[in-house]
């Protein structure tokens, strides 16, 4: 709520962005919290002095000041001397949250330069297949003399990435299933299928302005964010189903 209400305007791809890590989250919260059979989490006075604080350092005025205050109780919970199950779960998932919203994109504002490089390289190699005239200066991409493409921080793979690693953990969470080989199977699929659809979004855009306003702006945004959703949800759905296909007694 922090972020949605300081950020100054919201476009529906925005809006999408905004609900679904943190509604993963908060589910995932509520999960654990009502698997406990006493239907709450056992805390001391340790634990209440964290959260406590934590609300406190919510009131940074930041758009991403929350993050703060999840981390920290994160790894309190995460890392505490108590060996809780619920709590250590509640603990993965706050972190998840921050380093999806805070930390990882300010590793990757740091190493921005170096990601860019290689992610542009890599959607010109892909484009080579699809158009013969691409051209490529810089952050630039281009199939016309008179119409280029520059692809910034904001159109990076990196930002669905992390929030599927964090939509797959909840899901596993929620479950009560482990991070075994088959469920990193299911990460694996899911992020190449949200590299491939952000791609395709930013090959689809360089043959015309009109092109650029649909996939960018206009509905054809919409329809990205919410394909990658599915990238994100599906594969680790059918994962888990499968898991619990297994599990149960033959008739």
């Known amino acids: 709520m922090q972020r949605y209400l300081l950020e100054s305007a919201q476009a529906a791809r925005h809006f999408i962005g905004f609900n679904v890590g943190e509604a993963f989250a908060l589910a995932t919260t509520l999960s654990l919290v009502f698997a406990n059979p006493r239907r709450r989490v056992p805390l001391n006075g340790s634990d209440i002095t964290i959260l406590l604080f934590s609300a406190i350092v919510w009131f940074i005025p930041h758009e991403r000041g929350v993050y703060l205050s999840t981390t920290l109780a994160g790894l309190?919970?995460?890392?505490?001397?108590?060996?809780?199950?619920?709590?250590?779960?509640?603990?993965?998932?706050?972190?998840?949250?921050?380093?999806?919203?805070?930390?990882?994109?300010?590793?990757?504002?740091l190493f921005y330069h170096v990601i860019e490089e290689f992610e542009v390289s890599f959607i010109y190699r892909v484009g080579q297949a699809y158009y013969n005239e691409i051209g490529i200066t810089g952050a630039n991409l281009s199939i016309r003399d008179d119409w280029s493409v520059v692809v910034l921080e904001g159109c990076s793979s990196f930002h669905n990435l992390s929030q599927t690693v964090l939509i797959w953990l909840s899901i596993l969470k929620i479950a009560n299933k482990p991070a075994c080989s088959a469920a990193f199977r299911a990460l694996?699929?899911?992020?190449?299928?949200?590299?491939?659809?952000?791609?395709?979004?930013?090959?689809a855009m360089l043959p015309s302005h009109e092109a650029y306003f649909f996939w960018h702006d206009g509905s054809g945004s919409t329809l990205v964010a919410l394909s990658s959703l599915a990238a994100a949800i599906v594969p680790i759905l059918i994962s888990v189903e499968r898991s619990a296909c297994r599990l149960s007694p033959r008739l």
């Open 188 to 203: 694996g699929v899911s992020a190449c299928l949200v590299v491939t659809i952000n791609v395709t979004r930013i090959l």
């Open 76 to 109: 309190w919970f995460l890392f505490g001397s108590r060996s809780d199950h619920h709590l250590k779960g509640i603990g993965q998932i706050w972190l998840a949250l921050s380093i999806c919203e805070l930390w990882g994109k300010i590793v990757f504002w």
